[in-house]
């Protein structure tokens, strides 16, 4: 197992387009968490998944984002109709039920131009 | 509302010192604390964490510190190493799965 990973690393898009990150969680970890960075701040907790349920999720997460984990596995996080704000680095972790034992990607930059 | 902080931004040591990474926290219903650590184009990474039953734990060179009364922590590293140098995150637990995080300190170690 390699961890978790974020696909894609980059992504620059233009303001007003549609964006969608992936994150696979270490395979046998049920809890998959996205948290949000921007610079000169510490992450920011968006949503979390236990399984395929969403458990949680913040005020940040406007109704221009969506997270999805369809078969507990992988899950997808979608940006609606950009806005040079959603720019900062999108960190996706998980852990095998118990919270103390995130273990986190190495996060989707992006950048709306 | 910033309910965990860390007010010095950066810090700078001579390889062997000792570091001393400051936290404090507001919200009393916090009841886990966990230092991460973070390197350019990488994610956070576990480093050591503390209950609140605890007033201290050891990992080799990393010691935390927990005052509740003071409603303060501190990560200990002695001796310091360059390999240390990156941004270290305080992040604390209470009565949900979300990590609440400070802004981050930079830690150098010059050689």
């Known amino acids: 197992d390699t961890g978790v990973s974020q696909d894609p690393r980059h992504k620059i898009t233009k303001r007003g387009q549609n964006v969608t990150f992936r994150c696979d969680p270490i395979?046998?970890?049920?809890?998959l968490y996205w948290y949000r960075q921007t610079l000169g701040q510490g992450p920011e907790f968006l949503t979390y998944?236990?399984?395929?349920?969403?458990?949680?999720k913040s005020r940040l997460l406007s109704d221009r984002f969506s997270a999805e984990r369809p078969k507990g596995s992988f899950s997808t996080l979608e940006i609606q109709r950009t806005e040079q704000g959603d720019s900062a680095m999108y960190l996706c972790?998980?852990?095998?039920?118990?919270?103390?034992?995130?273990?986190f990607g190495s996060g989707t930059r992006l950048t709306v131009v | 509302d910033q309910q965990v902080k860390q007010n010095s931004p950066s810090l700078s040591v001579q390889e062997g010192r000792i570091s001393i990474l400051n936290c404090d926290y507001t919200?009393?219903?916090?009841?886990?604390f966990l230092w991460y650590k973070k390197y350019p184009a990488e994610g956070p990474t576990f480093l050591i964490s503390?209950?609140?039953?605890?007033d201290k734990n050891e990992d080799g060179r990393f010691t935390v510190f927990l005052n509740k009364s003071a409603k303060h922590l501190s990560l200990h590293i002695v001796p310091s190493q360059p390999g240390d140098s990156a941004v270290y995150f305080c992040?604390?637990?209470?009565?949900?799965?979300?990590?609440?995080f400070g802004k981050g300190m930079k830690l150098t170690v010059n050689p």
């Open positions: 992040a604390a637990l209470g009565g949900s799965d979300m990590l609440v």
């Open positions: 395979s046998e970890h049920n809890r």
């Open positions: 919200n009393s219903m916090f009841d886990y």
């Open positions: 972790a998980s852990s095998a039920g118990s919270s103390y034992g995130y273990t």
């Open positions: 998944f236990q399984n395929e349920a969403q458990l949680e």
């Open positions: 503390i209950s609140s039953i605890k």
